[in-house]
């Protein structure tokens, strides 16, 4: 089993960033740092508790004044590339404390962001004041590193995970739109899939802006911005949208077949797989592009359903042509999903219509 990303926080981090305190600022008192940061909560703390955890204890023992903390500690940064993630914890500092010096504190981000990611720390400072920090993201936007660029759409990402959410940009996301505009053919495939994740979340509350954007983009577009879009839209396509799997050359109204959909075994036991065995066949006029996936409508704790679409395959059937398909399904257990007993389904979706469907039972592990 893979060690908890938590664990990076550790003894071994804390002595080298205490370490490196000292040599910049000696009145740090390395042994007090520890002592407070491995308190009776440290071990259930997780990753994100632990990385605020030693924001606030270096707050605690670092010079009173914001910025001559903030200056020790763009000494000490540099020194501890060694250790992965673990110097989140410095534009962390920023979030926490920066918010009232705005002129020290975003030379900082853009400093540690280099380093790390700053993608969260950013957003207190959407929040508070959204046409100043979004001004802010657009000159990011054009700086010639690459990290910068990424974090002028990735910090702005309406729903970025493990993050605040940003509700007014969730409401409306035009001031965002011209960042990733100047960034959708970036030089970065770094920056250019941090732009598509930005509008896959955009999708989710406003899915025409997306739409109209990514059509406005098709206008002689890079093999760059074609590969951008299908990561784009990926949310409305497993959802069947008609008008993103139209933008992507999928035809909803093809009328594919799917036939002789069946599942084995009848019943299946949680950690073991299901097998899907179905054909589909095309249209008999003419050449078409198919986006074939299957759907697992589970059963829920209180017997209602929940659909989750899973990716499939992707091909052009000539005219009138078919092909056979089998595939299998996993019911390994995992720590997103809880399986219940019970009777479940499979759907075959082609091009976001559901052509088939078919039962199953679902039993636990006796």
Known sequence: MAEPLKNMYNRAFSDALSAAIVAVYPA???????????????????LKGRMRHISLTLRELL?????????????????????????????????????????????????????TSAEFAVRPFILQ??????????RWAEHPSEHLRRLASEGSRPRLPWAM????????????????????????????RSVANSLNDISKDNPQVVLNV?????????????????????????????EA??????????????????????????????????AVAAPAETKQAAMIDYAVVF???NGQPSRKVFKGTKRTFAPGESAAFVWRHSFRPISTRTYYPGEHAVEI????????????MLALVE
Do not use: C
């Open 28 to 46: 740090f008192d390395a042994e007090v740092f520890n002592r407070r940061l491995y308190d009776a909560a440290w071990a259930a703390r997780e």
């Open 63 to 115: 010079p009173p004044d914001y910025a001559e903390a903030l200056a020790i500690l763009r000494q000490v940064a540099p020194g501890l590339n060694g250790y992965g993630f673990a110097p989140m914890i410095f534009p962390d500092f920023v979030e926490v404390h920066g918010l009232d010096d705005w002129e020290v504190s975003l030379p900082a981000l853009e400093q540690f962001t280099q380093q």
């Open 299 to 301: 059963r829920r704790a």
């Open 349 to 360: 979706q082609v091009n976001g219509v559901v052509s088939a469907r078919q039962t199953f």
């Open 165 to 192: 959410a940003l509700p007014a940009l969730k409401v409306d996301p035009s001031p965002i739109l011209p960042i990733l505009d100047r960034l959708k053919d970036d030089e970065s495939e770094y920056v250019r």
């Open 129 to 138: 004041d959204q046409p100043r920090m979004l001004a802010q993201m657009a």
């Open 214 to 242: 990514l059509r406005a983009w098709q206008t002689d577009a890079s093999p760059n911005v074609h590969k951008l879009t299908h990561h784009a839209l990926r949310t409305l396509v497993k959802a069947g949208h008609a």
């Open 245 to 278: 799997l139209g933008l992507l050359g999928y035809a909803n109204e093809a009328a594919f077949a799917v036939t002789d959909l069946q599942l084995s075994p009848a019943t299946v036991r949680v950690g073991e797989s299901l097998t899907l065995r179905f």
